[in-house]
């Protein structure tokens, strides 16, 4: 696609809920990565894939939450048993492994836990 | 692990004036990429100008230049001629050896007409 496609784009939940946000890299990015925004604040790291493999996970905050990438293409991560912290906005990132492999963002999803 | 610090949560500028938003950065690496992204309200963040640590030469993108100083660990940003379009969160990124990005917290830029 032309840009990084991310669904939903808002997202309420109950606590103890699970939910699945899924993101759509631009075509041919072998990279994408995945970002939590809390309220107000910086982007914090979740998981890098390279292909359908993820050599860094380690942003991760519980076992609560998992990622997988298929075809290297779309990327789908999954919240389980949701608590009110979770409560953000999950951005999705890919580049491709040319050059200075910039970032290009989707629009998030915002997730809100009640 | 790398880190990156924006000292100012909130700066302001009349339309059409300068302002310089700033970034410190901590690295034990001599290669590395650095980056300056915008977030309006809409919350997608778009890259405004980008500077690899090996170019001595500050990178420059029409109003926009940065003020590299890669011995005293410093990024800032430069904006001239302020456009009310101008207003949004902008974060100063690292990117070293690793393939993440990390990011400063942001500065909120609000532009006064």
């Known amino acids: 696609g032309a840009g990084v496609s991310q669904s939903p784009s808002n997202k309420v939940t109950e606590k103890g809920k699970d939910v699945e946000l899924r993101c759509d890299p631009i075509?041919?990015?072998?990279?994408l990565y995945w970002y939590r925004q809390r309220l107000g604040q910086g982007l914090e790291f979740l998981i890098y894939f390279q292909g359908n493999s993820a050599p860094d996970k380690s942003g991760l905050p519980s076992d609560r939450f998992s990622a997988e990438r298929t075809g290297e293409s779309v990327s789908t991560l999954t919240i389980q048993r949701t608590q009110q912290e979770d409560s953000a906005v999950y951005l999705c990132?890919?580049?491709?492994?040319?050059?200075?492999?910039?970032?290009?963002f989707g629009e998030g999803s915002r997730l809100t836990v009640l | 692990a790398q880190t990156v610090t924006q000292s100012q949560p909130e700066m302001s500028v009349q339309e059409a004036e300068t302002v310089t938003l700033s970034c410190t950065y901590d690295?034990?690496?001599?290669?590395?990429?650095l980056f300056w992204y915008k977030q309006p309200p809409s919350r997608q963040m778009i890259l405004v100008i980008r500077q690899e640590a090996y170019k001595q030469q500050n990178a420059t993108e029409n109003r926009f230049s940065v003020n590299f100083q890669k011995a005293a660990k410093s990024f800032s940003l430069k904006i001239s001629d302020s456009q009310l379009g101008d207003a949004a969160m902008y974060f100063c990124?690292?990117?070293?050896?690793?393939?993440?990005?990390?990011f400063g917290k942001g500065t909120k830029l609000t532009v006064n007409p």
């Open positions: 990132a890919s580049s491709s492994r040319r050059g200075i492999r910039e970032l290009f």
């Open positions: 690295t034990s690496e001599s290669d590395y990429y």
């Open positions: 990124a690292y990117r070293g050896g690793s393939e993440k990005l990390v």
């Open positions: 075509s041919g990015h072998t990279a």
